[in-house]
């Protein structure tokens, strides 16, 4: 006895799965990874079978079809969700990446239907409307991990995101130098002396004497100022967890060795005391999370986070930069300062382990950086001046140019 076969309207053999519905389009109905029972649809035969064909090549390799028709914009939502538990400056910093490439298309094309080529497209598309090179890095990096985390879910295969951008795009990021002597000296003498710039003197002089990040800096109290031992005791720093608001909360330092003695000079102690005898006085202290005492206050009585010190050393850059308009200093930086406190204790031949310590670096491999850096130059530096040098350049084979 023979089994009649189903049949569309047009007289064509379904296979197992395949119906045809009252409106005329197709339905397939299959198994996914998971067992579930899924089902998806199509206008015309072809269509269904087309996508048939992807359902099985996904299910050979494990993957998750249906959750593969999502969109970008949508899978970085989901990761987003995922880390909640950051930092509170770190995740307002991912929102503030994922909202900003939520309107681009390929944020709206489905995740397994992204192609290298369309990220390449991306890339340059973010190049030739002017974004920094950082700008677009972190816009990758978001996309690349939230694609991780898909793959790791068995949603998609491959990470098109995985791809150099050496040969699309030229690295122009400033890499970070410290300030040599001369430059400090010039300009401390402009912080001295400029009528806007005085008032960001004393976070100058602390900050190029103790290395601090300049969120332990914004969460500095009275009490952490040892003046016995002449050290500040680094336990917490301030975090801005929403400037337009002046919302604000102490946390733990950046790293877990961030907790640290930090020696201080006289410059250093004297520079703190003028920032307690110059503060602003208010009936009531702020408080943040149990502490008070803090010695950076703004005008409006409220603790100074991070962003407002970057703003006021780039407006003072600009001033300077009117001053000295041929100058090889091409910034004022809070973190540049912490760079050269590092940069300085190699000079003076500190060891390594010492500085990691009072750097508060969690990792060596952060510190050497700076130091293989710092040395190269020092020894490049003293090869040069030895008198011996220019002979021994002399004697070396001369380039044929017959």
Request: hydrophobic residues 35%; charged residues 25%; aromatic residues 8%.
């Given at each position: 006895?023979?089994v009649q076969?189903?049949?569309?309207?047009?007289g064509?053999v379904?296979?197992?799965?395949?119906?045809q519905?009252?409106?005329?389009s197709?339905?397939?109905?299959?198994?996914?990874?998971?067992?579930?029972?899924?089902?998806?649809?199509?206008?015309?035969?072809?269509e269904l079978?087309?996508?048939e064909?992807?359902i099985?090549?996904?299910l050979?390799?494990?993957?998750?079809y249906?959750?593969?028709k999502?969109?970008?914009?949508?899978?970085?939502s989901k990761?987003?969700?995922t880390?909640?538990?950051?930092?509170?400056?770190?995740f307002?910093t991912?929102?503030?990446?994922?909202?900003?490439?939520?309107k681009?298309?390929?944020?709206n094309m489905?995740?397994?239907s992204?192609r290298?080529s369309?990220?390449?497209?991306w890339i340059?598309?973010?190049n030739?409307?002017?974004y920094?090179?950082?700008?677009?890095?972190?816009?990758?990096?978001l996309?690349?991990v939230a694609?991780?985390?898909?793959?790791?879910d068995?949603i998609?295969?491959?990470?098109p995101?995985?791809?150099?951008?050496a040969?699309l795009i030229?690295?122009d990021t400033e890499?970070i130098?410290?300030?040599?002597?001369?430059e400090i000296?010039l300009l401390?003498?402009?912080?001295?002396?400029?009528?806007?710039a005085?008032?960001?003197?004393?976070?100058?002089?602390?900050?190029?004497?103790t290395?601090?990040?300049?969120?332990?800096?914004?969460?500095?109290?009275?009490?952490d100022?040892?003046?016995d031992?002449?050290?500040?005791?680094?336990?917490h720093?301030?975090?801005?967890?929403?400037?337009?608001?002046k919302?604000?909360?102490?946390?733990?330092?950046?790293?877990?060795?961030?907790?640290?003695?930090?020696?201080i000079?006289d410059?250093?102690?004297?520079?703190?005391?003028?920032?307690?005898?110059?503060r602003?006085?208010?009936?009531?202290?702020?408080?943040v999370?149990?502490?008070?005492?803090?010695?950076f206050?703004?005008?409006q009585?409220n603790?100074c986070a991070?962003?407002?010190?970057?703003?006021?050393?780039k407006?003072?850059?600009?001033?300077?930069?009117?001053?000295?308009?041929?100058?090889t200093i091409?910034?004022?930086?809070?973190h540049?300062?912490r760079h050269?406190?590092?940069?300085?204790l190699?000079?003076?031949?500190?060891?390594l382990?010492?500085?990691?310590y009072?750097m508060?670096?969690?990792?060596?491999e952060t510190t050497?950086?700076?130091?293989?850096h710092?040395?190269?130059?020092?020894?490049?530096?003293q090869?040069?001046r030895?008198?011996?040098?220019?002979?021994?350049k002399n004697?070396?084979p001369?380039k044929?140019t017959?």
């Open positions: 006895m023979s076969r189903r049949k569309d309207n047009k064509r379904l296979k197992t799965g395949e119906s519905r009252k409106d005329g197709y339905m397939y109905r299959y198994s996914d990874i998971y067992g579930a029972r899924q089902c998806i649809y199509a206008s015309d035969l072809k079978r087309d996508k064909i992807e099985r090549k996904a050979d390799c494990h993957i998750d249906h959750a593969g999502i969109t970008l914009n949508e899978l970085i990761y987003m969700e880390k909640k538990n950051l930092r509170p400056k770190s307002r991912l929102k503030n990446t994922a909202k900003s490439i939520e681009h298309p390929i944020c489905k995740i397994d992204i290298v369309d990220v390449k497209d340059v598309a973010m030739e409307k002017g920094a090179y950082s700008t677009i890095q972190n816009k990758l990096a996309a690349k694609m991780n985390m898909a793959i790791q068995c998609v295969l491959r990470n995101f995985n791809v150099k951008r040969s030229v690295k890499e130098t410290a300030y040599t002597n001369e000296e401390l003498d402009f912080f001295k002396h400029d009528k806007y005085r008032r960001y003197l004393n976070v100058f002089i602390i900050l190029l004497g290395g601090l990040r300049i969120s332990e800096l914004c969460g500095l109290t009275a009490n100022i040892d003046v031992n002449m050290c500040i005791h680094v336990t720093q301030m975090i801005d967890k929403d400037m337009s608001v919302d604000y909360c102490i946390g733990a330092p950046k790293t877990s060795s961030g907790v640290r003695d930090v020696p000079s410059d250093v102690y004297k520079a703190l005391q003028d920032a307690v005898r110059t602003p006085l208010f009936i009531r202290e702020p408080i999370d149990g502490y008070s005492g803090f010695i206050l703004t005008t009585g603790p991070a962003q407002r010190f970057d703003r006021g050393f407006s003072a850059y600009k001033r300077f930069k009117n001053i000295y308009p041929q100058t091409t910034n004022i930086r809070p540049r300062l050269t406190y590092c940069t300085n190699v000079q003076k031949g500190v060891d382990k010492t500085i990691q009072l508060g670096h969690a990792s060596i050497l950086k700076i130091y293989t710092t040395n190269k130059e020092i020894v490049n530096a090869i040069s030895l008198p011996e040098f220019n002979n021994y004697c070396l001369q044929n017959a």
